[in-house]
């Protein structure tokens, strides 16, 4: 079988030989406050910011998940309110699961074939801008110019839900404080590990507040990482595989050149086939997940011929799920899998 799911998706084939390298090293059995833990979590983060160009004030922690992420923003960095700029099924998770938390979530809800515009938008003192970098239900993207536009109109803190895209596109870090994702995306990884990665204006703000009432609560989980420990018991086999997959990949500026190439090569090659994008705005298509629409009997079909042909195509997600298949493209999948994933589209294409 062979993935383009957009998460759980494929991982790095080199990940079965590292499992076994973990197992073999005895590291994943050694005590988190160990020597030898701390040399690898060091050395860990150095490699993620050397291959993705995290500014060296940046600060890098390990934790569980990017819901995790909405949880320690909710906790430790909105004093009273956030607003939530989306246009998809996982801002708006974003946006709900902070209102649970906070009571002061406001949402900002744009139409997912434009860019959301930031006339409209006033933010109060100290509230946190939350926006979705690659939106993965629908297969949108918010262009790097609106992210330069928001930062030079503000001091507030922004974070950015970049699930989909971390590890897969250059990002412009200066443009934001507070950036996460899970692993199980563009980092080819197993998932079971987020990734949090914040400016010095985030730590500072975070000294502010002072919240510390929770097991990660950010400056809990500062003070453990700036001594390369963890607040808990951690994901150590997935810190030692997130590691090793650092240390084998390319710089990102070289992989994010691949994966812009290949999600042109996509939408050309989905829209000369009769498949019809998600997204019509050019501009605010996703180069990492690609959404493809259709009436629902004929997505079904497409799904079950796929599998009965060892590919798996990612469902739609939210209100496009029935009505919509995605694509991962994701480093970690290769121009052999991609070949026979289009060799499969251009079989089944209604035009023909
Ligand atoms: C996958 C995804 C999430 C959730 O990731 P978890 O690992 O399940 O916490 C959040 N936001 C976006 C944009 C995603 O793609």
Same mark, same amino acid.
């Given at each position: ?71 320690? @923003?909710?906790?430790?960095? @909105? ?49 946190? @801008? ?66 949090? @990665? ?155």
């Amino acid at each position: 079988m062979i993935t383009f799911y957009p998460g759980p998706s494929k991982v790095y084939p080199q990940v079965g030989p590292y499992l076994q390298e973990a197992v073999e090293s005895g590291l994943i059995s050694a005590n988190h406050r160990s020597e030898a833990f701390m040399q690898m979590l060091q050395h860990t983060v150095l490699s993620l910011k050397t291959k993705l160009d995290v500014p060296d004030d940046y600060e890098v922690y390990f934790v569980s998940s990017a819901t995790e992420c909405w949880e320690i @923003i909710a906790q430790s960095l @909105i004093s009273a309110s956030s607003t939530h700029i989306y246009n998809g099924a996982f801002g708006e998770k974003w946006m709900q699961y902070t209102h649970k938390i906070t009571a002061g979530a406001n949402a900002f809800y744009f139409d997912s074939e434009t860019v959301p515009d930031l006339n409209k938008l006033y933010f109060q003192e100290n509230e946190v @801008i939350c926006v979705t970098h690659s939106e993965t239900s629908n297969g949108t993207f918010l262009p790097s110019s609106f992210l330069s536009e928001l930062r030079s109109r503000t001091e507030n803190l922004i974070a950015v839900d970049a699930t989909s895209s971390m590890a897969g596109v250059a990002l412009p870090w200066q443009n934001a404080d507070i950036w996460y994702a899970s692993v199980q995306k563009c980092f080819g990884l197993p998932a079971g590990l987020g990734v949090m @990665i914040v400016s010095p204006r985030a730590v500072r703000r975070a000294e502010e507040i002072g919240e510390n009432k929770h097991y990660n609560s950010l400056l809990f989980i500062r003070d453990n990482f700036l001594k390369f420990q963890t607040p808990y018991t951690p994901n150590t086999l997935g810190i030692y595989l997130i590691g090793k997959v650092m240390e084998q990949v390319e710089q990102i500026e070289i992989i994010s050149e691949i994966i812009q190439q290949r999600a042109k090569n996509w939408y050309q090659f989905l829209a000369e086939n009769g498949y019809e994008l998600l997204v019509k705005n050019e501009a605010v298509r996703s180069g990492t997940v690609i959404a493809v629409h259709a009436e629902k009997t004929r997505i079904a079909e497409l799904k079950k011929a796929a599998k009965q042909d060892g590919i798996t195509l990612g469902n739609g997600y939210g209100k496009d799920k029935e009505t919509s298949f995605r694509i991962a493209n994701f480093p970690a999948i290769s121009d052999e899998e991609i070949a026979v994933l289009k060799g499969f589209l251009i079989r089944t294409a209604s035009n023909k």
